[in-house]
Structure formats: C-alpha cells, structure tokens
C-alpha cells in the first residue's frame, strides 16, 4: 500500500495539451449555455445561491476534511480527495438536474457562478487543507506548487472558455444554443476519453492499485451527495432544490482535478486513481440517483 504514494502515472506533454484543450472544449460547451441573465438570477435568490456556493467550497472540503482524518487514506489518495472536493461542480450536474426533475435554472446558474469562483476557491482550499493533514502535506513539501501557477491553469481553462462561450451566446443566441446541442452531450464523451488517454499507457498500474481507491471513492462521493441534500434540507428548501443541492455537491469536475494533478504532481498514483475513478463514479451515481428521483412521485415542500 505504501507503493502508491510513490507510483507515477505515465502522461507525456502531448498528452497533457490534449488533456488541456479537451478540458476547455468541455467548459465552452458549458458556457454556451450560460447567460448574463443567469448571474443576475442569482441576485434574485440570495439564498438559494449562497447555500450552494457554502455547500461546494466551504461545507464539502472541510467534511472531506473530517473524513480523512477519520479513515487516514494513504498521503497520496487524501490529496486526491482534497483536490476533488476543491473543484466545482461538474460539467454535467445540469443534465443531472434536469432528469432528476430538479430545479435546472439553478444548476446552470450555481455552475457558471461555481465556476468563476472556482478560479480562486479551488486552490486555496487545496491548499489549506492539503498543509493541514500532516501525512499530505509532507508531499506538498516535495512538490514545487506555486499558487500562482495554479491559479493561472485554473483561470485559462475555466476562465477564458466561460467568458468566450458567453460572450458567444450574447453576440449570436442562435449559433450558441446550435453549438450547445453538440457539444453538451458529448462532454461525458469526452471525459471518459480523458480517462482513457491518462490511463490507457498505465492499465497494469490501475488494475493493481485501482481497489484501494473503490470503497474511498464511492464513499466520498455519497458524502458530497449528503452534504448538498442535508444543507438545502437543513434551511428547509424545496425538496425540488434539495435535489439540485445534493447533485450540484456530488457531481465534481474532476477532469479538472485531473489536469491539476499531472501538470503539478507529476500523476502521483494516488491521485490520480482516485480522480480517475471519482470522474466515473460520480457519472453513474448522478444518473442513478437523477432516474430515482425522477421517477419518484412524492414531492416534498417546505
């Protein structure tokens, strides 16, 4: 076990570029589907917003936190679990949220607003509690993270593909909504071909190592589905924004964790299996979990 921590995952520089620029295609097609009028929706309802931006940057790393120091996972697999619980939502929670007959003008309003903080949220609650768990934070110390660099690769590959796919949309409503039929649905595509380029040189790696990540994996991601669910249940919200929450919390960019972890620590295998398979856990949860509800009758009102 021990092992892990030590194993690098092979990913070149070609790779990464291909990795950067499918990443940026992913956030485009997101973008497009974004408005000026979303942001000022969330003007509207204060408190739906803040709730979901405390749910995914205060409330789920710091219970991530918790469950760390509860389970003490290898050095290398907390920073994987940290630096999925920093990212924002996935690109994918909208889709989610509207199959689960949630409230999807919400989804789309927290994602484009989870995603421009993101640009500062993401490292700086990596950061944090990364130095905080001592045994992670010791890898930290051999690793040349500069915060600056990683605000920057942030910012290029959410940043400028959000501002380019508004601006879009504002300048041409009819080719943006065209594009966005195209490239929303093959963002799960997309992703999983991610995962298949980062691990497609490295199978014998992640078929040894990939078990000490399923029970880790899939419990977090129960985690972060909880924490939306009972925050929104908590200042008593409507059950349909209760589910939008809890798939907002659960469903993380870790495609973007991804490309944080090769182009900064070099594929450390611990987290880089658990992004990895977090990546396609959180797909197959977020549709189970979107088909239940949808098919659920009762509806909950507060």
């Known amino acids: 076990m021990q092992q892990l ?7 070149d520089t070609n790779a990464l570029w291909v990795l950067n620029v499918a990443l940026a295609l992913v956030m485009f097609g997101v973008a497009l589907g974004i408005s000026l009028n979303d942001f000022k929706n969330l003007i509207k309802q204060p408190k739906l917003v803040l709730l979901g931006i405390v749910s995914q940057f205060v409330v789920l790393p710091f219970v991530t936190f918790l469950f760390i120091l509860l389970i003490k996972p290898q050095p290398s697999i907390a920073l994987g679990m940290m630096m999925v619980a920093a990212c924002p939502g996935g690109n994918v929670s909208n889709f989610m949220t509207s199959l689960a007959k949630g409230n999807t003008a919400l989804s789309v309003s927290l994602t484009a607003f989870a995603t421009f903080l993101a640009m500062v949220m993401t490292p700086f609650n990596f950061q944090l509690y990364g130095n905080l768990y001592q ?4 890898i930290l110390k051999t690793v ?4 600056f660099e990683l605000v920057k690769l942030v910012v290029l590959i959410l940043g400028i593909p ?19 039929k195209v490239l929303k649905p093959l963002s799960i595509v997309i992703f999983i071909a991610i995962v298949i380029l980062a691990f497609s040189k490295n199978l014998e790696i992640f078929n040894n190592y990939i078990h000490h990540v399923l029970f880790i ?12 669910f009972l925050v929104a249940r908590l200042f008593k919200l409507s059950f349909k ?10 469903i993380q960019n ?21 992004a990895a398979f977090w990546g396609i856990w959180h797909i197959v949860s977020g549709l ?15």
Do not use: C
Request: proline share 2%.
């Open 288 to 302: 189970l979990l979107a088909w239940f509800w949808s098919h659920k009758k009762r509806s909950l009102a507060y």
């Open 135 to 138: 045994p992670s934070a010791q």
């Open 144 to 147: 040349q993270l500069e915060p």
């Open 5 to 11: 921590d030590n194993v690098q995952i092979n990913f």
């Open 254 to 274: 870790s495609g973007l964790g991804l490309l944080l972890i090769f182009t900064f620590f070099d594929g450390i295998g611990g987290m880089a299996i658990l």
């Open 217 to 228: 994996g899939i419990s977090h991601n129960i985690l972060a589905i909880l924490v939306g």
């Open 162 to 180: 959000l501002v380019l796919g508004m601006l879009l949309r504002f300048k041409n409503n009819v080719l943006a909504d065209k594009l966005s």
């Open 241 to 250: 924004n209760q589910k939008t929450l809890a798939i907002e919390t659960g």
